[in-house]
T-cell receptor, first 111, second 115 residues
């Protein structure tokens, strides 16, 4: 199978920085996405990585190492509204469109 | 429309009944995806369409599940003889096409409860 592994839960303090890790099987890798999902709502797109390195987008950054099968999502200057589940998803194969999702990391931001 | 829409938002049915779930993708998006999400899990792929044809239906759990997209826009996911294990949130997503770089945008989902 193509397991996507990420921590189940994390807790952080408002204003702090948190890093959410994701590991995946490298064979057939063709891109990695991070989504944010608030309880009872649809996943919303955060970032996309297909090449090694860091992609920065405001308070959120995402890193990819293809050789290690590893990515992380970095959230800076945490706000209470960042409390949500963060989903790591990988696209495998050539032209197939579907994504394989991890179970998500539930982040709780406390004052 | 501005985003992906799904109807109904909630559906409660009895075991053994037939249900249809509708997805209206972002205008102009040729690729459409159905996923299923159970509590505490990530979305699980069911089927994806490129235009009117099902390009990959390998995620459909069994032959009780079927989906159509007759005109290449709106799609309907059909579940026959529903079972309690079918209870989940059914998410629809669309993208401009199915290229490897294209982002999938999700609808709000339909919460299906089978009693």
């Amino acid at each position: 199978g193509q397991n996507i592994d990420q921590p189940t839960e994390m807790t952080a303090t408002e204003g702090a920085i948190v890093q959410i890790n994701c590991t995946y099987q490298t064979s057939g890798f063709n891109g990695l996405f991070w989504y944010q999902q608030h309880a009872g709502e649809a996943p919303t797109f955060l970032s996309y990585n297909v090449l090694d390195g860091l992609e920065e987008k405001g308070r959120f950054s995402s890193f990819l190492s293809r050789s290690k099968g590893y990515s992380y999502l970095l959230l800076k200057e945490l706000q209470m509204k960042d409390s949500a589940s963060y989903l790591c998803a990988v696209r495998y194969g050539g032209s197939q469109g579907n994504l394989i999702f991890g179970k998500g990391t539930k982040l709780s931001v406390k004052p | 429309g501005a985003g992906v829409s799904q109807t109904p938002s909630n559906k409660v049915t009895e075991k053994g009944k037939y249900v249809e779930l509708r997805c209206d993708p972002i205008s102009g998006h040729t690729a459409l995806y159905w996923y299923r999400q159970s509590l505490g899990q990530g979305p699980e792929f069911l089927i994806y369409f490129q235009g009117t044809g099902a390009a990959d239906d390998s995620g459909l759990p069994n032959d009780r599940f079927f989906a159509v997209r007759p005109e290449g826009s709106v799609s309907t996911l059909k579940i026959q003889r529903t079972e309690r294990g079918d209870s989940a949130v059914y998410l629809c997503a669309s993208s401009r096409d199915a290229s490897s770089t294209d982002t999938q945008y999700f609808g709000p989902g339909t919460r299906l409860t089978v009693l």
